[in-house]
Every structure is written in structure tokens, then in C-alpha cells.
């Protein structure tokens, strides 16, 4: 015999139509009823079975008492709507449910004979703890919302799975306290109402069996398939977990939509590349409208049907039926693509936000008919969130690209951004695939280089002779304090080697500065002097050593005045260059995207990189070559222009000099992971290297005058073609006003390894 009160809950349960009985006594008593007799008759039959009463408590008696609960019930389960209504005599949180509707009996004949009804996400824990609230309601009157949503997920006789909300009509049910039962108190209760999850303390203070259920209630479900299925896919959708992703997805859209032959897809758009990817989220849902990842194929599709209408307009594109479409449209791409991988009916819908593409939500089915116009609506209820967490997926992408190049690439120039992205979103992609994947090296062939620097002329002697001024003067200080010290009585016979050593070193400081003088220099000062001098302890000596310390900070120190003087005088002049051609880089990139880096030391030396492997997407041309190489030519001479306006302005004047180099192949360049910058790749490219570090300081031919110098433009060259089309460019500078008349063409001297360098040489005009 199966008990009712083997349940796990704190109930027995004795399953009552007393209140049902009494009203039925009520009618039968009434004379004006019409269906007194009926009712008379039902309740004689009612007499021998006394359980009906009294409580039913095994499932044996609701057996033998089916029929006659079902005349009992007759009131609540009307014929007429016994195949529209889903609706049983239950009792809650439990697998108890008879005298089922038609409509109820058919939905679990279609799921099989092995379907066990559960409600969904409700385990037993669950059962017996909301079992208990209904006491503390229905006895203790505790202010308990309990009203969280229960649902039935019942497949269909196709397999398709539909979900059932849960709706209990209590009204028939009582609660009573037997001899297990505990006494609780109001601290009691609040203790229980803050520990849902801890069931011991629950079965504690409800032991099993200790109340009563008496009575029954009425189940009613609702289909809340859609409802569902959305929640289902919001949860899916932001979880992090990607295995079986593309499988629940698609049982989510056959729910929806109540087809068992449908199939999800997506296609990615990345706009910054103006190309269509599969799916580019790491969650495994294939793409129905490429063919083997060919974007080009995809282009023709969407170009050649309806790219605009589903982008602008955010329409659906919907097919009911391949074949019919497609000797309707023969010339039709899209129609010849699906029909080939056997997709006979199909939706296509745009994800887009805020006009932004993110890519393409593909419904398809091999069985014609399924979809159409009107259907494709359905997906209205989806799309909003879809397309909000698919914006979320983008933009934790690219925060993960975004990562990926900072630790590798660092900052990246933006003409060549997207190929350091692509390269870091497959390693993104194959990692979220839990994939091995090495990052490739950064690769452009075939540029065109250009170099040009504008340098400090006698920078190093300024240096120098800042250091010699600061680091005499120092000296020449210490040897007053030496007297000061001396003149205090203080034993100084330790100071008098330290001494000689010091004039022996402004002796060597009215010779040319040696590279190391300044170093031992001052570890001599650091380790000798600075130390005994922190030794003295005499009150009437610490002023003036004091004094002397104070001035040896490099910030503010007179010690350190002539270095400061030198640093602020570089500072200045590269920021003042930089900034010139940083400002006008805008306008280089506008006439063709290319590769851009300038270097600040004493000056500022740049390279520009322009091919079309730097910009792919742009038609390249040797015009587009020949406008960078005139915009350089341009730059460099308002560049020295800006330095000799503000020359007087600095601590040290000093002058620039400014030359470029034409170099007459193109090379090829690599990004150096260990460096993090580019270079030139391959031994033949290494010459484009050598030749320019070495020409600044190289000689005209037969003579010690050096190419460089002040107030020049130095155009180093190989060929003669190369001349005639900087002459052509130093022409339209002189008619500008920004180059004064005249050419002068000069030998290079034979440097190491190059011989055969020409220049040229054109003077500035400062007073534009």
C-alpha cells in the first residue's frame, strides 16, 4: 500500500472532501434545486465511503473512489472544458495529482510512459521546506511571500519541450497540529525565516508527521513555453560555460517556436575589419550563412539580397520555402546557398544596436513551411535580450583584445592596429575554445620607408661643457669649505690628500671632458668627501656644511644649475619638433594610412612605413608615395623654421640640423616581441638600417665639411631618378617661400660598406 504520508514532508495527509460534501448536503436540502434528486442520489453513495470524509490516506482508496470523486468534482472540472483546461486534484509541492482534465491526460500520454511528472528546479529540500511555510502561514499567520514561480517541463510526443506554470487553489486545505508537533515561539520563527537553507533546523522544528493536511487543492497550468524558454536563454546566455551551449540554444528556439527541425546560427560582424566571421563569442554556434569561413562568399550573399533592408531597416528576411523562392529568383545567391546545404526554410534577423551591426541571428530548418513572415515576429521576444548580451560579448572581447596587446605589442600605432587585433582575437578565440594558439610575429612587406631626423647640432659639447661648469664650481666650493673648516681648528691633515686630489681634478676640467670624468668624479665626491664631511660634528662647522649639501640636489642645487640648463634646452627643442610633426600627422594619414614613429634623443628622428600591406583595404599608388614624400620634405623645414623662432628663447641656443633619406626599394618590417617595436626584417633590409645611422655623420666627398649643417636641408639619395624627383618637390617648397633658390648637388663620402651616396643641398627660409 502506498501511504500519502510517505511523502517527505512534515505532513500526514488525508485527502478530505468534507467542505465539497457539505455544500452538496446544503443543495440537496434545498427545495428549489433542480438537481436535488442528483444530488440526494450522489450523496447515498457518498454513505459507503466514509473516507471521502474522514480522509483518504493511501492511493488505493483514491483508486477505488475515482468515479465518485469525479461526480464530487464535477463543479470545478466542467465537461465542456475538460479538453481546454489542464487541471487536477492535487495536493502542493507534491507528485500527488488525480482526476485530471483530457487536455492533462494527453499532454503526459504524449511525453510517454516513462515521463515522471517534476516540477522544475524543486528538489525535496525545497518540498519540505515550503511545506513548512504553508503552516507557518496557514497556523501561525507568519507574513511569508512564497509565491515563487513553479513550473512543469513536459516534451511533446516530437520531443519538443513545453513548460507549465504551476497555479494552487488552496482555499479546500487545513492545517492541524498532532501530538509530534512543536510549540514555536516568535524567536523561533524568525530564526527559521533566516535560515532557509539550513533543512536540519527545519525538520527540527517541523518533525515528520507532526501536522495534519487535511482537505485538498486544485491545480491549474498555464503554457508559459515562451516565457520560459526566454528565462532559460538568459541564463545561458550569461553563463560563462560554453559546453552544450549551441544545443540548449536550439532547444530553446524549438520551444518557442514548437518545431523539432530548427537549428541556430550565427554570423559575426566586426566592423573595425568590415568582415563577417563566425561566431566570434567563444560559444560554439555555427554559422548557416558562411561556407567554409569564406567571407568574400558572404559579402556576395548579403550584397546581392539584403544587406541594407536587414542593417538600416533592422527587418527580418524570412523564407518559407527555398525551392519555391529559387525557381522563382534562379539567379538568386542566397536562395542557391541555402538550397545547396539543405535549408528549405529559414529567418534571417539583424542583432544591431544603436546602428552598430553585431552580426546576424540565422533560424533555419530542412523541412519546408516552418517559417514565414509572421512567425519570424516571434523572435521579437528574444532578439532585445540577445542583442544586449551580444553587445556585452563584444565589449568584453575587446577589453580581452585590448589586454592581449598591452601585454604583448604595448601601445600600437593605429594604421597597423588591425593586424596586431586579428592576431590577439584568435588567440582570444582559441583560448575561449580552450585551444593552443601562439601568437604569431607581425609581418608587413614590401613599404616604402622614409627617414628623416632633425639633429642638435653640438649638443654634446654643450653637455659637456654644462658638466665641466657645474662640476667646477663645485670643486672650487669645496676647497673654500676645506679653509673654513681649517680656520674652525679643526684637524684637518685628513683633508689635505682629499684636496690635492681636487685641484688635480679642476685641472682636468680646463682639458676637454673625458666620457668617465664625470663619473669618478663624483663616486670620488659621493664615497670621500661627502662621507668625512658627515663625520664632523662640530656646532660652528654644521652651517656651512649644511650649505654645501643643499646645493648638491639635482632639482634645485647650484651644483647641478648648468646640467639643468642643458636638460631643459634638449627638453624643450624635441617637444617643440615633436609637437610640429605630431600636429601634422593627421593630414599625412588622411592622404594614405601608413606606419608612423618618431624617436626623441638629442632631436627627433622619424620613419614612416606606406604600402599596401600597411592599409589593404586602400588603393595604393607610387602618387600616394610621392604626396607623403613632399608632406616630409614640408614638416622637416617647419619644423627647423619653429626651432629658429624659438632659439634665442632657450638657456643654451643651440642651432639644428636637418637632413632625409630617400631610399630607392622597399623593405619589409617586423614587430620585435622582445623590443616591442618594429625593425627591418631580413638581412637584405638591414642596409636601409646601416645607412642611415651612419649618414648624419658622414662627410662631403674629398672634403672635412660635414653633410649636415645648420640652416641646410640635406637630401641623401641614390639614383638619378630619385634626384629628378626631389628637385621637383625642392621646386614647388621655393615657390612656396619655404626654401631659398638654388640647388646644390653633392658626393657623399664612401662610408663603410656604401659607397655611391649623392646629396643635395637646399638652404631654409626662416623669414617666411
Request: with cysteine.
Amino acid at each position: 500500500m502506498n501511504q500519502l504520508t510517505s511523502l517527505d514532508t512534515p505532513f500526514e495527509i488525508k485527502l478530505s472532501f468534507e467542505s465539497v460534501i457539505k455544500n452538496l448536503e446544503k443543495r440537496a436540502a434545498d427545495p428549489a434545486n433542480e438537481s436535488q434528486k442528483s444530488d440526494r442520489a450522489l450523496l447515498a453513495e457518498i454513505k459507503n465511503s466514509p473516507e471521502l470524509i474522514n480522509g483518504i490516506t493511501d492511493e488505493v482508496q483514491i483508486r477505488r473512489n475515482e468515479a465518485l470523486i469525479q461526480k464530487l468534482m464535477a463543479g470545478f472540472f466542467p465537461a465542456l472544458l475538460t479538453q481546454n483546461e489542464i487541471k487536477a486534484v492535487n495536493i502542493p509541492y507534491t507528485n500527488l495529482n488525480f482526476n485530471l482534465t483530457e487536455r492533462f491526460k494527453s499532454i503526459l500520454s504524449a511525453a510517454g510512459p516513462d515521463f515522471n511528472l517534476q516540477i522544475r528546479d524543486f528538489d525535496e529540500n525545497q518540498s519540505y521546506v515550503f511545506s513548512c511555510c504553508i503552516i507557518l502561514i496557514g497556523f501561525y499567520r507568519a507574513r511569508l511571500n512564497i509565491g515563487k514561480p513553479l513550473f512543469y517541463a513536459i516534451p511533446t510526443k516530437n520531443g519538443i519541450v513545453k513548460y507549465y506554470r504551476i497555479l494552487y487553489n488552496t482555499e479546500f486545505m487545513e492545517i492541524l497540529p498532532t501530538e509530534k508537533s512543536v510549540r514555536l515561539s516568535q524567536e523561533d520563527i524568525e530564526r527559521l525565516i533566516s535560515n532557509y537553507d539550513d533543512l536540519d533546523l527545519w525538520k527540527e522544528k517541523f518533525p515528520k508527521g507532526s501536522w495534519i493536511l487535511r482537505g485538498f487543492s486544485i491545480m491549474t497550468l498555464f503554457d508559459a513555453t515562451v516565457e520560459i524558454a526566454v528565462s532559460i536563454l538568459k541564463e545561458n546566455l550569461l553563463s560563462k560555460k560554453t559546453t552544450g551551449f549551441r544545443q540548449t540554444v536550439e532547444s530553446i528556439f524549438q520551444s518557442i517556436y514548437q518545431i523539432s527541425d530548427i537549428k541556430v546560427g550565427f554570423t559575426a560582424f566586426i566592423k573595425n575589419e568590415n568582415r563577417f566571421t563566425p561566431d566570434t563569442f567563444g560559444r560554439q554556434i555555427h554559422s548557416y550563412l558562411l561556407h567554409d569561413n569564406q567571407h568574400d562568399e558572404m559579402q556576395k550573399l548579403l550584397w546581392s539580397n539584403f544587406y541594407h533592408n536587414l542593417t538600416d531597416n533592422k527587418a527580418y528576411f524570412a523564407i518559407s520555402d527555398t525551392m519555391s523562392f529559387l525557381k522563382a529568383n534562379p539567379e538568386n545567391h542566397l536562395a542557391k546557398h541555402f538550397a545547396s546545404r539543405n535549408i528549405q526554410s529559414f529567418i534571417l534577423a539583424p542583432v544591431v544596436k544603436n546602428h552598430h551591426l553585431f552580426g546576424i541571428l540565422e533560424v533555419v530548418s530542412s523541412t519546408s513551411g516552418e517559417f514565414n513572415s509572421i512567425n519570424a515576429n516571434k523572435l521579437e521576444v528574444v532578439l532585445p535580450f540577445l542583442t544586449d548580451t551580444i553587445e556585452r560579448y563584444a565589449a568584453e572581447l575587446q577589453n580581452e583584445i585590448q589586454a592581449v596587446i598591452q601585454n604583448n605589442y604595448t601601445t600600437i600605432h593605429s594604421s597597423v592596429y588591425w593586424k596586431f587585433h586579428g592576431e590577439a582575437q584568435k588567440l582570444v578565440f582559441n583560448l575561449q575554445r580552450e585551444k593552443d594558439y601562439t601568437l604569431r610575429e607581425i609581418v608587413f612587406h614590401d613599404v616604402h620607408p622614409l627617414y628623416g631626423q632633425i639633429d642638435i647640432k653640438g649638443s654634446s659639447d654643450a653637455r659637456n661643457f654644462s658638466i665641466q661648469k657645474d662640476l667646477t664650481h663645485q670643486l672650487e666650493v669645496l676647497l673654500i669649505l676645506f679653509q673654513d673648516i681649517r680656520n674652525s681648528g679643526y684637524h684637518t691633515e685628513n683633508f689635505a690628500e682629499e684636496e690635492q686630489q681636487i685641484k688635480q681634478y679642476l685641472d682636468e676640467l680646463l682639458l676637454p671632458l673625458k666620457a668617465n670624468t664625470e663619473q669618478y668624479i663624483n663616486f670620488f665626491l659621493d664615497w670621500t668627501i661627502h662621507s668625512q664631511l658627515k663625520n664632523i660634528t662640530q656646532p660652528e662647522l654644521l652651517p656651512y656644511i649644511s650649505s654645501y649639501f643643499q646645493e648638491t640636489g639635482k632639482a634645485d642645487g647650484n651644483f647641478h644649475n648648468n646640467r639643468r640648463k642643458y636638460d631643459v634646452t634638449i627638453t624643450t627643442i624635441n617637444e617643440k619638433l615633436a609637437n610640429v610633426i605630431d600636429m601634422h600627422q593627421p593630414e599625412a594619414q588622411a592622404a594614405f594610412p601608413h606606419y608612423y614613429e618618431r624617436f626623441k634623443s638629442d632631436g627627433i628622428d622619424h620613419n614612416l612605413y606606406i604600402g599596401t600591406s600597411i592599409s589593404p583595404k586602400k588603393e595604393f599608388s607610387l602618387n600616394k608615395l610621392q604626396e607623403l614624400r613632399f608632406w616630409q620634405l614640408r614638416v622637416l623645414c617647419e619644423m627647423e623654421r619653429a626651432h629658429f623662432n624659438f632659439k634665442s628663447e632657450l638657456p643654451y641656443p643651440l642651432d639644428v640640423t636637418t637632413l632625409v633619406l630617400v631610399y630607392h626599394s622597399t623593405i619589409d618590417i617586423r614587430f620585435r616581441m622582445d623590443e616591442k617595436r618594429f625593425d627591418v626584417d631580413g638581412t637584405y633590409n638591414t642596409r636601409f638600417e646601416i645607412v642611415k645611422k651612419r649618414i648624419d655623420k658622414a662627410c662631403i666627398k674629398g672634403t672635412n665639411e660635414r653633410l649636415t649643417q645648420p640652416g641646410l636641408l640635406a637630401i641623401v639619395y641614390y639614383m638619378d631618378e630619385e634626384e629628378k624627383e626631389y628637385s621637383g618637390y625642392i621646386n614647388r617648397l621655393q615657390s612656396m617661400n619655404i626654401l631659398q633658390d638654388g640647388i646644390k648637388k653633392l658626393e657623399v663620402e664612401d662610408l663603410q660598406g656604401i659607397p655611391g651616396l649623392k646629396a643635395l643641398h637646399v638652404r631654409i627660409n626662416h623669414q617666411v
